[in-house]
């Protein structure tokens, strides 16, 4: 899986399991996190990153604050690469 593929992924995943994720210009965000707002977490991507960052803050949140929603779904073997070791095959 290319990591353009890995990261479309990733966003479905995302979307599926309920996690915020906003895209955000260069000039608005230098980096790209997670934050939280009241009870929801959010992931801001800053365009400025590296695809391959941006690949990471989005597998880290989904780690961090989606486990056990991800740990219930099929995922494919990149994907859930890219969740280990806390999300188990």
Known sequence: MTTP???AALLDLAREVDLE???V???DAQTSG???LRDRFWVL???GDPLE???AVLA???RDHKRE???ARFLPPAVRAVLEPEIGS
Do not use: I
């Open 5 to 7: 593929e890995l990261f």
């Open 21 to 23: 994720v906003r895209r």
């Open 25 to 27: 210009p260069v000039e």
């Open 34 to 36: 997670v934050c939280r």
């Open 45 to 47: 991507l800053s365009a």
């Open 53 to 55: 960052e941006r690949v």
């Open 60 to 62: 880290a949140a989904l």
């Open 69 to 71: 929603a991800c740990e």
